[in-house]
């Protein structure tokens, strides 16, 4: 440490009953590790998806959180709200295979996992990849498929491989499942099992825009903005560079308390009165990755109860049944959930 850093002369050192410092001192928020690549290339990310999308700054932090996390996410919105024009876009961003898959009522297991076909001349099958297998799959309207097509996602979306005709074939990394589903339209739809939503890191609410913005987004289309112009968007991150991220994020240091935190907030889900599901430990585990995610993007090497919290609704709200009493009162599960967080002690 340099000497115009220490208080007073050399003299006064020798007679202070401080003790002496012999290695320098990091500032108490400084971070013990080097973030700096991970902040540059997320903020890539925002800048080029704020070229189309105008808000939802929180939408697009949560689904950098679990791009980062290695995690799936459901979308679900009223019809216009840019759910699907926001998960291209984020596709659009990454330079890996991208597929697109529109769910419908008479979609078959084998229109998305592939089927073995027969090959006269060599006197075997083949097995020809459906759509599932790129690294950022987007599944349009996910609810509209029955439940034996919902049932083919469960492996692939759990344990990344396709067992088909006895051999398990794996999909490249990273392997991401972006879903969008509209909440008011019943016709034609069906409800997720709940073994498919718990594979699902977050959910997400997609709201209206603020007033603001919808102006905004009516002078964009009115100078004649318009369309969606996708072309704008570069890719700006590597699957090798997105495996580097990863493995930071999964360096993030956790103190033991934290850790207890969060067990204590998704064990008060099997517990509470106004619940007849509570969440699995699998809500725990992505509860914590999420959080160290959200960690990194936020310029910090270590998670806090406040981490935890922000992500505590998009973890929890699809892993949650609420009892048919508390339905009827008009409860809701973000409201449950945010009780419980509120009941839960935060650690110092």
């Known amino acids: 440490m340099e000497d115009n850093f220490l208080p007073g002369s050399q003299e006064t050192l020798a007679t202070s009953p401080t003790p002496s410092i012999d290695a320098p001192v990091e500032p108490a928020f400084a971070p013990r590790t080097d973030l700096a690549q991970l902040t540059a290339r997320t903020e890539a990310v925002r800048q080029q998806i704020g070229q189309v999308i105008v808000g939802q700054q929180d939408l697009l932090e949560l689904l950098l959180t679990a791009l980062l996390a290695d995690g799936h996410v459901l979308l679900e919105g009223v019809p216009g709200v840019a759910k699907t024009l926001t998960a291209k876009l984020l596709a659009r961003t990454l330079d890996v295979p991208f597929s697109r898959i529109q769910f419908t009522p008479d979609l078959m297991p084998a229109d998305v996992l592939g089927t073995s076909v027969f090959r006269p001349a060599q006197g075997d099958f083949e097995f020809r990849p459906g759509p599932i297998f790129a690294s950022v799959v987007l599944i349009d309207e996910i609810n509209r498929a029955p439940a034996k097509t919902q049932s083919a996602l469960f492996e692939v979306m759990e344990e990344r491989t396709v067992t088909q005709d006895g051999t ?96 204590k907030i998704v064990g008060q889900t099997r517990a509470h009165k106004a619940l007849y599901l509570g969440a699995s430990p699998r809500a725990s585990i992505a509860l914590l990755n999420g959080a160290k995610a959200l960690a990194a993007l936020r310029g910090r090497d270590f998670v806090t109860p406040e981490d935890v919290q922000f992500l505590a609704a998009p973890v929890l709200r699809h892993r949650i049944m609420l009892t048919p009493e508390r339905e009827m009162e008009g409860g809701t599960a973000d409201d449950v959930v945010k009780q419980i967080v509120q009941s839960v002690e935060v650690p110092r």
């Open 168 to 263: 398990a074939h794996r999909m490249d990394s990273p392997f991401v499942v972006l879903a969008t589903q509209n909440p008011v339209e019943q016709e034609g739809t069906y409800r997720l099992p709940e073994a498919q939503l718990d594979r699902f890191l977050f959910k997400l609410n997609v709201g209206y825009p603020t007033l603001a913005e919808e102006i905004q987004i009516l002078q964009g289309h009115h100078s004649g903005f318009g369309g969606t112009p996708l072309e704008k968007v570069q890719a700006v991150l590597t699957a090798q560079d997105l495996a580097a991220l990863r493995q930071q994020v999964g360096q993030q240091r956790v103190e033991a308390n934290v850790l207890e935190y969060i067990a």
